[in-house]
Nanobody
Framework: VQLVESGGGSVQAGGSLRLSCAFSGYTYSINCMGWFRQAPGKEREGVAAINRDGTTSYADSVKGRFTVSLDNAKSVMYLEMNALKREDTAVYYC?????????????????WSQGTQVTV
């Protein structure tokens, strides 16, 4: 499985960005996908995750501001980020896993994107 991420950049506080993660290869094996981020000097943290059936989970820090979605037909996962704060600044990664509901257990995601910088 290959993951290609796009959509990062710089935005003012209060603004919006949308990240995309296109996945290819043995996509039939993918049952859960997630967004993670890592700020300088901090550990990688889970932000949002979605199962193939559309069920989702969010970190408390982004609830109500971020929305994760999955277009199974196009094999693309999205992260819509609104009301961005300076503390959202980080490198964002998308990840794919074969087990449903792994949510933010990074060790359960075998496939990762290259990462994209989001600066608020």
């Amino acid at each position: 499985v290959q993951l290609v991420e796009s959509g990062g950049g710089s935005v003012q506080a209060g603004g919006s960005l949308r990240l995309s993660c296109a996945f290819s290869g043995y996509t039939y094996s993918i049952n859960c996908m997630g967004w993670f981020r890592q700020a300088p000097g901090k550990e990688r943290e889970g932000v949002a995750a979605i199962n193939r059936d559309g069920t989702t989970s969010y970190a408390d820090s982004v609830k109500g501001r971020f929305t994760v979605s999955l277009d199974n037909a196009k094999s693309v996962m999205y992260l819509e980020m609104n009301a961005l704060k300076r503390e959202d600044t980080a490198v964002y990664y998308c990840a794919a896993g074969t087990v449903k509901g792994v949510w933010f257990r990074a060790s359960d995601y075998p496939y990762w994107s290259q990462g994209t910088q989001v600066t608020v």
